[in-house]
């Protein structure tokens, strides 16, 4: 296996770690949702992250500086899906998911935000990234019953 293969039979496992790091911040972070991102590279975490108080900065922003070069091949996991595009202008989780150069991003709900809303997901594909959509979505899912997005504009 290459440098960010994970068995699947790990994904579980690291998903959950996720949950439990977005499970800490709940009602901590404004109108954002709270979002745990792990990053595995060779069978271990190299880089975690959960949103920020107040909304900011993203938990994908966090590992990913946590995880630095050893990102690039990595496995993603991530609670909600990755925003496609951010009300503050700077670069999207998705987008800077692609820059790391993570090859696989695994993520256990979707996000019904204008700014994600499925938009992540292509963004991921379209740059070769492998997206795995819906493990241990039951689990994740009440992190975000409170969580209402705001339609864009």
Same mark, same amino acid.
């Given at each position: 296996?290459?440098?960010?293969?994970?068995?699947?039979?790990?994904?579980?496992?690291?998903?959950?770690?996720?949950?439990?790091?977005?499970?800490?911040?709940?009602?901590?972070?404004?109108?954002?949702?709270? &979002?745990?991102? =792990?990053? @595995? *590279?060779?069978?271990? %975490?190299?880089?975690?992250?959960?949103?920020? +108080?107040?909304? #900011?900065?993203?938990?994908?922003?966090?590992?990913?500086?946590?995880?630095?070069?050893?990102?690039?091949?990595?496995?993603?996991?991530?609670?909600?899906?990755?925003?496609?595009?951010?009300?503050?202008?700077?670069?999207?989780?998705?987008?800077?998911?692609?820059?790391?150069? &993570?090859?696989? =991003?695994? @993520? *256990?709900?979707?996000? %019904?935000?204008?700014?994600?809303?499925?938009? +992540?997901?292509? #963004?991921?594909?379209?740059?070769?990234?492998?997206?795995?959509?819906?493990?241990?979505?039951?689990?994740?899912?009440?992190?975000?019953?409170?969580?209402?997005?705001?339609?864009?504009?």
């Amino acid at each position: 296996m290459g440098a960010g293969s994970s068995r699947p039979a790990d994904d579980a496992v690291w998903m959950r770690r996720a949950i439990a790091l977005a499970a800490t911040h709940v009602g901590l972070t404004g109108d954002n949702p709270s &979002v745990g991102c =792990v990053i @595995v *590279a060779d069978g271990r %975490a190299v880089g975690e992250g959960v949103t920020g +108080g107040g909304g #900011r900065p993203h938990a994908e922003e966090i590992a990913l500086e946590a995880a630095g070069a050893a990102a690039r091949g990595a496995v993603a996991y991530v609670t909600l899906e990755p925003c496609a595009q951010r009300s503050s202008g700077a670069a999207s989780c998705a987008e800077r998911l692609v820059a790391a150069g &993570v090859a696989r =991003v695994v @993520v *256990a709900c979707e996000d %019904a935000s204008a700014l994600a809303a499925g938009r +992540g997901a292509v #963004r991921l594909r379209g740059a070769g990234v492998v997206f795995d959509l819906g493990l241990l979505a039951d689990e994740a899912a009440p992190l975000y019953a409170g969580y209402r997005p705001q339609p864009e504009g």
